[in-house]
């Protein structure tokens, strides 16, 4: 490029930590120093290998080995995809910069960038000009970026060395932009990780911002198996690569000419598949992390999927999600395709989210009634322990509440009837104890006010303005915070069903059907996750409450913890040790505790001539020895632990294993990734009314390996509730702020009782060391 160097400029984005910044001759470097990448890799191999089938995540492809081999494939004559995509770009960068005007570019996956130069002429050929490529490779990132400072004296290059998810959030500060996504690299995405990636990118990305997307078009299959299977052997290199990499950077031994380059194309879902396959038994020996997989003779290892597309059908999904098509560019055999996509300021995710929230509250509804559909009126009008509050003032304090928030906090008029009952099911004025005193109203009388509340509050709705500028309302908080509230009551609601008595049975119309019993059970008892900064607590304005906030960032040393919860058979072992009479394992306040209460075995434990059994809801049932132990204090769990020579997690270290993907260098929402709960990933939303089976749902892992860290029990941690660094308080002081300090214990995860609305690797919950009648249980931890 002709022209005068730009005078020097200041860097454009300021990563939090623990970023580091590298300054080269023409561009800056920032570095992700997250995780280590190596523990990463490793972690992320024995998860992949531990799947059905065995997937490995093909980001590991592009180590600077990696990337050199795939800059070779590129060229082959085989491969038509960076042609052109080349030629489509040279002959609409000089459109495509009219359209998007003077914003800074950002590259996703920017390899050598070599095809992104078309872009940068017209950038540059108008004056100064803004890039910002991200590429997972640190060595070939910097390369590209020393080439073009040196090519382009009028740019400013900015390099961000990380995965897509992380760079993404760095990138972003660089707004406005057109964030650029070439190669189809799209194409290694399953429809609901794409699906993922952009609402995560409408989330990013600001109204009137661009998003360029390269996407390779369905065609002939003997065309696409070509291209995938180079005469010249440079995929099967490529293949080959990841399995070298994991000798060099990990200290496997896998014998590359055991290793088989599989690629065909699928039909049914329009995509190549790329797999190794072995042709002898191989050992892969992870040491670092303790783990050894036999991979048998004949056993295929997905390494890598590219969908093909049409471009029609991408404009709409694009279009789900906020982004409007603005052109397509195509090569005229139809080949391949560049589309322009511009956020748009009236997104669908605001424009249906009235209808959302309806659905949301009349979900939440439905299941409050089914729980207490079952009872007669004397079970909802009596207190059946001083620990619960009779169930009719639990349905009218959710009226209540619902009034107070979902109509008086945002406009709508106060109705006498709801403030005159505003002291009744005040629950800081009444103690539960004294609850069941109150004038409270009969069951009709409870319905009613729940049924005539949600009315005006439904008719409200249709005319709020869902304001983005209060916090309240903006993404419609209010409503989640209200409807989380009810699921937490039903939770509530169900710990005094559970303490009416062995002779009062308790059959929903929701209870499902358990889950089959697990062919395998969790590789290893504990899970190694090594030290390093993570990143806990959320950002979150839409779900979290404020005691989930602010993220902020945690180091911690290493340590193990168990791969799944404690189970009743675990459990037993410590009784029959007699954990119960040997002071030694408790502390001074669980001794005097255990003494007080004469406490022998968790709640709801019967000893009987045929041995332990368990009452559930009326109905005394045999002792399963593989679900995880329930309704025990945090007196007891710390007991246990103690006893096993290990200890109760922290709270950071229960969320880092649950949440922290170190192949992202971000946390995920749920231990198994940010897509929601469903039925085979953890057992939640009252279906079972009790734990499942360790080992029930393998898709649920965290990535370290835990299994059921949401759902099953709440499991208690060794941390007190205390705010984290930075909180504020809202919408009201009493949510959580006065019950901080050193009173009560954090538990995490969730039980089986709990609704997915009400549930996330952040969601904290608290309560008193001696308490029993909650769904919790819990796991160990250990120095490693």
Same mark, same amino acid.
């Given at each position: 490029m002709q022209g005068m160097a730009a005078p020097p400029r200041a860097p454009l984005l300021s990563p939090p930590a623990p970023w580091t910044r590298r300054d080269g001759p023409g561009y800056t470097l920032h570095l992700d120093t997250a995780a280590d990448a190596r523990l990463a890799f490793a972690q992320s191999i024995a998860r992949g290998l531990d799947e059905i089938p065995r997937t490995l995540d093909c980001r590991w492809l592009y180590d600077d080995a990696g990337s050199e081999i795939f800059e070779r494939i590129t060229a082959e004559p085989e491969y038509y995809q960076t042609r052109t995509e080349t030629k489509i770009l040279a002959a609409s960068a000089a459109d495509i910069r009219a359209r998007v005007g003077d914003v800074t570019?950002?590259?996703?996956?920017?390899?050598?960038?070599?095809?992104?130069?078309?872009?940068?002429?017209? %950038?540059?050929?108008?004056?100064?000009?803004?890039?910002?490529?991200?590429?997972?490779?640190?060595?070939?990132?910097e390369s590209a970026c020393a080439a073009l400072a040196q090519a382009y004296p009028r740019l400013t290059v900015e390099g961000v060395a990380a995965a897509y998810e992380r760079g993404l959030e760095?990138?972003?500060?660089?707004?406005?932009? $057109?964030?650029?996504?070439?190669?189809?690299?799209?194409?290694?995405?399953?429809?609901?990780?794409?699906?993922?990636?952009?609402?995560?990118?409408?989330?990013?990305?600001?109204?009137?911002?661009?998003?360029?997307?390269?996407?390779?078009?369905?065609?002939?299959?003997?065309?696409?198996?070509?291209?995938?299977?180079?005469?010249?052997?440079?995929?099967?290199?490529?293949?080959?690569? +990841?399995?070298?990499?994991?000798?060099?950077?990990?200290?496997?031994? $896998?014998?590359?000419?055991?290793?088989?380059?599989?690629?065909?194309?699928?039909?049914?879902?329009?995509?190549?598949?790329?797999?190794?396959?072995?042709?002898?038994?191989?050992?892969?020996? *992870?040491?670092?992390?303790?783990?050894?997989?036999?991979?048998?003779?004949?056993?295929?290892?997905?390494t890598e999927i590219s969908r093909k597309f049409r471009s029609g059908n991408v404009a709409a999904n694009a279009a789900r999600f906020g982004f409007a098509c603005e052109e397509t560019y195509q090569d005229p055999e139809e080949l391949f395709a560049v589309l322009l996509l511009r956020r748009r300021a009236d997104s669908p995710v605001i424009e249906n989210r009235r209808h959302q929230i309806e659905a949301l509250l009349r979900n939440v509804r439905a299941r409050t009634l089914e729980i207490v559909g079952p009872l007669d009126d004397e079970d909802l009008l009596r207190q059946h322990n001083p620990l619960m509050s009779p169930i009719v003032w639990d349905l009218g304090h959710i009226a209540n509440y619902e009034s107070q928030w979902l109509l008086r906090a945002v406009g709508a008029p106060a109705a006498p009837e709801d403030v005159a009952r505003d002291g009744t099911y005040d629950a800081f004025v009444n103690p539960r104890r004294e609850r069941g005193a109150l004038p409270l109203l009969d069951r009709g009388g409870a319905l009613d006010y729940l049924e005539d509340v949600r009315a005006r509050v439904g008719a409200h709705l249709k005319v709020v303005a869902l304001d983005p500028s209060r916090p309240l309302t903006a993404e419609g908080y209010v409503y989640r915070m209200v409807a989380q509230h009810e699921a937490q009551h039903q939770e509530t609601i169900l710990q005094a069903i559970q303490l009416r008595g062995a002779e009062l049975a308790y059959d929903p119309p929701f209870a499902g059907t358990p889950p089959p019993r697990p062919d395998r059970r969790p590789a290893g008892s504990t899970v190694l996750v090594p030290a390093g900064a993570f990143a806990m607590g959320t950002d979150d304005?839409?779900?979290?409450?404020?005691?989930?906030?602010?993220?902020?960032?945690?180091?911690?040393?290493?340590?193990?913890?168990?791969?799944?919860?404690?189970?009743?058979?675990?459990?037993?072992?410590?009784?029959?040790? @007699?954990?119960?009479?040997?002071?030694?394992?408790?502390?001074?306040? @669980?001794?005097?505790?255990?003494?007080?209460?004469?406490?022998?075995?968790?709640?709801?434990?019967?000893?009987?001539?045929?041995?332990?059994?368990?009452?559930?809801?009326?109905?005394?049932?045999? *002792?399963?020895?593989?679900?995880?132990?329930?309704?025990?204090? %945090?007196?007891?769990?710390?007991?246990?632990?103690?006893?096993?020579?290990?200890? +109760?997690?922290?709270?950071?270290?229960?969320?880092?294993?649950?949440?922290?993907?170190?192949?992202?260098?971000?946390?995920?929402?749920?231990?198994?990734?940010?897509?929601?709960?469903?039925?085979?990933?953890?057992?939640?939303?009252?279906?079972?009314?009790?734990?499942?089976?360790?080992?029930?749902?393998?898709?649920?892992?965290?990535?370290? @390996?835990?299994?059921?860290?949401?759902?099953?029990?709440?499991?208690?941690?060794?941390?007190?509730?205390?705010?984290?660094?930075?909180?504020?308080?809202?919408?009201?002081?009493?949510?959580?702020?006065?019950?901080?300090?050193?009173?009560?214990?954090?538990?995490?995860?969730?039980? %089986?009782?709990?609704?997915?609305?009400?549930?996330?690797?952040?969601?904290?919950?608290?309560?008193?060391?001696?308490?029993?009648?909650?769904?919790?249980?819990?796991?160990?931890?250990?120095?490693?």
């Amino acid at each position: 490029m002709q022209g005068m160097a730009a005078p020097p400029r200041a860097p454009l984005l300021s990563p939090p930590a623990p970023w580091t910044r590298r300054d080269g001759p023409g561009y800056t470097l920032h570095l992700d120093t997250a995780a280590d990448a190596r523990l990463a890799f490793a972690q992320s191999i024995a998860r992949g290998l531990d799947e059905i089938p065995r997937t490995l995540d093909c980001r590991w492809l592009y180590d600077d080995a990696g990337s050199e081999i795939f800059e070779r494939i590129t060229a082959e004559p085989e491969y038509y995809q960076t042609r052109t995509e080349t030629k489509i770009l040279a002959a609409s960068a000089a459109d495509i910069r009219a359209r998007v005007g003077d914003v800074t570019l950002v590259e996703l996956g920017s390899g050598s960038s070599t095809k992104t130069r078309h872009l940068l002429d017209a %950038w540059c050929a108008r004056g100064a000009a803004r890039y910002v490529p991200i590429d997972i490779s640190p060595g070939a990132l910097e390369s590209a970026c020393a080439a073009l400072a040196q090519a382009y004296p009028r740019l400013t290059v900015e390099g961000v060395a990380a995965a897509y998810e992380r760079g993404l959030e760095v990138a972003a500060r660089a707004a406005p932009l $057109v964030l650029v996504f070439l190669g189809s690299t799209v194409g290694n995405l399953t429809p609901a990780e794409l699906d993922r990636f952009l609402e995560v990118l409408g989330l990013h990305l600001a109204p009137g911002d661009h998003f360029l997307l390269g996407i390779d078009l369905v065609k002939d299959p003997a065309r696409l198996e070509a291209a995938y299977n180079d005469r010249a052997g440079w995929s099967a290199r490529f293949t080959k690569n +990841l399995f070298a990499r994991m000798n060099r950077e990990l200290g496997t031994a $896998v014998p590359l000419e055991a290793v088989e380059h599989v690629a065909y194309y699928d039909e049914r879902l329009e995509r190549i598949d790329i797999f190794a396959r072995f042709t002898r038994e191989v050992c892969i020996d *992870l040491g670092s992390i303790d783990r050894h997989i036999r991979v048998a003779a004949g056993e295929m290892v997905r390494t890598e999927i590219s969908r093909k597309f049409r471009s029609g059908n991408v404009a709409a999904n694009a279009a789900r999600f906020g982004f409007a098509c603005e052109e397509t560019y195509q090569d005229p055999e139809e080949l391949f395709a560049v589309l322009l996509l511009r956020r748009r300021a009236d997104s669908p995710v605001i424009e249906n989210r009235r209808h959302q929230i309806e659905a949301l509250l009349r979900n939440v509804r439905a299941r409050t009634l089914e729980i207490v559909g079952p009872l007669d009126d004397e079970d909802l009008l009596r207190q059946h322990n001083p620990l619960m509050s009779p169930i009719v003032w639990d349905l009218g304090h959710i009226a209540n509440y619902e009034s107070q928030w979902l109509l008086r906090a945002v406009g709508a008029p106060a109705a006498p009837e709801d403030v005159a009952r505003d002291g009744t099911y005040d629950a800081f004025v009444n103690p539960r104890r004294e609850r069941g005193a109150l004038p409270l109203l009969d069951r009709g009388g409870a319905l009613d006010y729940l049924e005539d509340v949600r009315a005006r509050v439904g008719a409200h709705l249709k005319v709020v303005a869902l304001d983005p500028s209060r916090p309240l309302t903006a993404e419609g908080y209010v409503y989640r915070m209200v409807a989380q509230h009810e699921a937490q009551h039903q939770e509530t609601i169900l710990q005094a069903i559970q303490l009416r008595g062995a002779e009062l049975a308790y059959d929903p119309p929701f209870a499902g059907t358990p889950p089959p019993r697990p062919d395998r059970r969790p590789a290893g008892s504990t899970v190694l996750v090594p030290a390093g900064a993570f990143a806990m607590g959320t950002d979150d304005r839409s779900w979290a409450y404020d005691n989930e906030r602010p993220r902020h960032v945690r180091a911690l040393d290493a340590y193990r913890i168990d791969a799944k919860p404690v189970t009743n058979g675990q459990y037993l072992a410590f009784l029959d040790d @007699g954990g119960y009479r040997r002071r030694e394992l408790w502390t001074p306040e @669980g001794w005097a505790w255990c003494r007080e209460t004469d406490a022998g075995a968790p709640a709801h434990w019967r000893r009987t001539p045929d041995g332990w059994r368990r009452l559930i809801f009326g109905g005394l049932r045999a *002792l399963d020895p593989d679900r995880p132990v329930m309704h025990v204090s %945090w007196y007891e769990a710390d007991a246990y632990a103690r006893w096993a020579g290990k200890r +109760l997690p922290t709270e950071a270290e229960w969320e880092k294993a649950a949440a922290w993907d170190p192949e992202r260098g971000a946390p995920r929402r749920y231990p198994w990734g940010d897509t929601p709960p469903t039925p085979d990933r953890a057992n939640l939303e009252q279906r079972l009314l009790e734990p499942a089976p360790v080992g029930s749902y393998p898709r649920g892992r965290s990535f370290y @390996g835990c299994h059921q860290l949401l759902g099953d029990v709440w499991e208690w941690t060794a941390s007190w509730f205390e705010p984290y660094p930075g909180f504020e308080a809202f919408p009201y002081r009493e949510y959580s702020e006065v019950f901080f300090g050193r009173e009560y214990r954090v538990l995490r995860g969730g039980s %089986w009782a709990t609704l997915p609305v009400a549930v996330r690797n952040t969601f904290r919950n608290w309560d008193y060391p001696q308490r029993r009648q909650i769904f919790a249980g819990f796991r160990c931890a250990a120095d490693a």
